[in-house]
């Protein structure tokens, strides 16, 4: 398809608890970005996969943020044991390549962690 | 990691008024982009221009680039009220994997 489809929209986790959210990139597209925006401001890079395999994870807590992309499934972003600071909205991009081009943006999934 | 910074940070004006922000960036790039952000949605790529051009149009957006100020300028002419929303520059620097955003530029066209 031609658009970026995240679920779910919204994500309500009290703290300790597991999300995970989903991101199908544009059919076609190689490369899928994950950011992560506080406060509507600025937008913090997590993650890059070419295809399924992590090209870029220089972003990632390591320590609780894993991601996934497997072959014909959507892409993953798994968030265990969510903490306060966790809340932002998460967005999925993708593009045919990692420069040169412009990335389709998801609508995002908005995670509240209580 | 290099970040473009947009100035200024919110911008009102008149439905038919033209709106420009600025943005600067740190290092050498590949190309800038400008994204737009309506409330509660993803970003929007509105047009790339690249580090061996110095302006580049789509409709009524003019983008500007100099490399040698490391500064972009985002110019939205006769604006209108649909065009109510935050706009993000983001750098595709040399040797980095992806695109860095800036801040934001809030913008609001008044009816």
Known sequence: ?114 | SQQGEEDPQALSIQEGENATMNCSYKTSINNLQWYRQNSGRGLVHLILIRSNEREKHSGRLRVTLDTSKKSSSLLITASRAADTASYFCATDAEGNNRLAFGKGNQVVVIP
């Open chain 1, 1 to 114: 398809g031609e658009e970026v489809a995240q679920t779910p929209k919204h994500l309500v986790r009290g703290e300790g608890q597991k999300a995970k959210l989903y991101c199908a990139p544009i059919k076609g597209h190689s490369y899928v970005f994950w950011y992560q925006q506080v406060l509507k401001n600025e937008f913090k890079f997590l993650i890059s996969f070419q295809n399924e395999n992590v090209f870029d994870e220089t972003g990632m807590p390591k320590e609780r943020f894993s991601a996934k992309c497997l072959p014909n499934s959507p892409c993953s972003l798994e968030i265990q044991a969510t903490k306060l600071e966790d809340s932002a909205v998460y967005f999925c991009a993708s593009s045919q390549s990692v420069t040169g081009y412009g990335y389709t943006f998801g609508s995002g999934t908005r995670l509240t962690v209580v």
